[in-house]
């Protein structure tokens, strides 16, 4: 196989997945649409020849697969499996799920209502509970690593309120697995104190240096998904990933009101005030405190969304991912 050319329909992969059609492709590897012997849809993620070459990318590939089974939560995407076949594929198989990238819906809408966002965050914040609760740390939360499932409810589910989307962590291909106990010289992919993950939403800490990074810059990194998704841009615009290192810093970042020309009301200025606090002592603790306090925040802005009140839009969003050019991380696949 050439080193980025997808694969054929009808191509089976790990001797049981029947490849159906290609559903994106990066720099890493693609992602197939494909089918078990019993019928069974799931999505395949097939590492590309000439990536499956790089050790470092390699190890990521395992990694991710390796790590995302520790996690059982209905809010992160399942691994299924994962191996090299005959013909020498790195795989890894997930559920198939059908809806589309929170990243895509913001490049379509620009912004979204509090009443949009709210769900949006909550099931993204159980999501992390879970992956925390596992010793994981994710280090890429971001809009793209955040899947909108629409999903067909059942009567008893509709009258139990369920929702009709879930919001499922992806990726986690760059995450971090914490040691119970501490150990020496444990190998990992940054031993070299690499920067990784997207700098547009990365915590200053991690700007730093990703290696001895917690679960407090994943809620940093969630904090400015919801400001960007309800902002219409990001805490921080800059044109390079050096401006936006600069802004994260030396500043604290802008309220929504500072944003957009718009009053907000003080709960969630204070919400996201705290869980993007440059100094991470002064964040939530944990991903449950966060969730917590975002369920007194959904109670005290209720039902009704809020919407804007100027006649001025806010302006242009900031690129929504400043990575490789100084980090040489491939965090877009």
């Known amino acids: 196989m050439a080193s980025t050319s997808a694969l054929a329909p009808g191509s089976v992969v790990g001797g049981i997945y029947k490849i159906r059609r290609l559903i994106g492709q990066g720099g890493m590897g693609g992602v197939y649409a494909a089918e078990r012997p019993d019928g069974e849809e799931v999505a395949i993620k097939v590492l590309h020849e000439r990536a499956a070459k790089d050790p470092g990318l390699v190890a990521r590939f395992n990694r991710e697969a390796s790590i ?41 809408e620009q912004y979204l209502s509090f009443a949009e966002v709210a769900p949006i965050i909550e099931d993204a ?129 802008p309220t929504l009101a500072q944003a957009t020309g718009e009053i907000w009301p003080a709960a969630i200025e204070r919400f996201l005030s705290k869980i993007m606090a440059r100094d991470r002592d002064k964040r939530f603790a944990s991903a449950s405190e966060a969730l917590e306090e975002w369920r007194n925040v959904c109670g005290v802005m209720g039902d009704s969304p809020h919407h804007r009140h100027s006649s001025a839009p806010p302006g242009p969003p900031a690129p929504d991912d400043v990575t490789e050019a100084v980090s040489g991380t491939h965090s877009d696949e």
């Open 125 to 253: 914040l159980q999501g992390l509970q879970a992956a925390h609760a596992a010793r994981v740390v994710h280090r890429d939360i971001k809009p793209a690593n955040l899947y909108i499932e629409r999903r067909e409810l059942s009567p008893q589910e509709i009258a139990a309120g369920e929702h009709d989307e879930r919001t499922r962590i992806l990726d986690f291909g760059v995450s971090k697995m914490k040691a119970a106990t501490p150990r020496r010289n444990e190998p990992s992919l940054t031993a070299f104190d690499a920067t990784l993950g997207s700098f547009a939403y990365m915590a200053p800490e991690q700007v730093r240096g990703s290696a001895r990074v917690d679960g407090r810059a994943d809620l940093y990194a969630l904090g400015a998904v919801a400001f960007r998704a309800l902002a219409g841009r990001l805490p921080f615009d800059g044109a390079n990933a050096l401006t936006l290192i600069a802004l994260k810093l030396d500043r604290d970042p």
């Open 68 to 108: 995302a089974k520790e996690i059982r939560s209905p809010f992160v995407a399942a691994v299924l499996g994962a191996g090299k076949d005959n013909d020498g594929h790195l795989w890894i198989a997930f559920e198939r799920l059908i809806g589309e990238g929170l990243d895509e819906r913001l490049r379509r």
